[in-house]
Nanobody
Framework: QVQLVESGGGLVLAGGSLRLSCAASGRTFSNYRIGWFRQAPGKEREFVAT????????SYADSVKGRFTISRDNAKNTVHLQMNSLKPEDAAVYYC??????????????????WGQGTQVTVSS
C-alpha cells in the first residue's frame, strides 16, 4: 500500500516556476514508478512526466519537455516536479501516481495503482 500527498501548487505568473512535491508512505516506495498527471477543467487527465524507481529512466510529455524536470529521493520517499517557464496552458490540477507496471505503460493513467489528492496550479497571463 502506498499513500501519496502532493504539495507545492499555487498561483504563478506566466514565465514563472513552481516545484511540486509528492510525498509517499510505505516501505517499498523505490519499487514504484511515479508519474505526474494533470487535469484541466473539461479536459481528460493527461500524462506529464514519469520516473523509474531507480531514477535511471525518465520521460516527459512533449508539451513540457525542456521546461519540467522530474526527480526523486527514495531515502525521503519523495518525488519532485520542477516546472519552469510556466504557460497559461499548464494550469490544471496536478496528480502524482504510483505504478509497478512495465515502463512502456507509463502514459496510461488506468495502469497506476495509487493516486494523490492533487494540487492546483494556476498560471496567470
Amino acid at each position: 500500500q502506498v499513500q501519496l500527498v502532493e504539495s507545492g501548487g499555487g498561483l504563478v505568473l506566466a514565465g514563472g516556476s513552481l516545484r511540486l512535491s509528492c510525498a509517499a508512505s510505505g516501505r517499498t516506495f523505490s519499487n514504484y514508478r511515479i508519474g505526474w498527471f494533470r487535469q484541466a477543467p473539461g479536459k481528460e487527465r493527461e500524462f506529464v512526466a514519469t520516473i523509474s524507481g531507480s531514477s535511471i529512466l525518465t520521460s516527459y510529455a512533449d508539451s513540457v519537455k525542456g521546461r519540467f524536470t522530474i526527480s526523486r529521493d527514495n531515502a525521503k520517499n519523495t518525488v519532485h516536479l520542477q516546472m519552469n517557464s510556466l504557460k497559461p496552458e499548464d494550469a490544471a490540477v496536478y496528480y502524482c501516481a504510483a505504478s509497478r507496471m512495465p515502463w512502456n505503460t507509463y502514459v496510461d493513467n488506468k495502469l497506476y495503482d495509487y493516486w494523490g489528492q492533487g494540487t492546483q496550479v494556476t498560471v496567470s497571463s
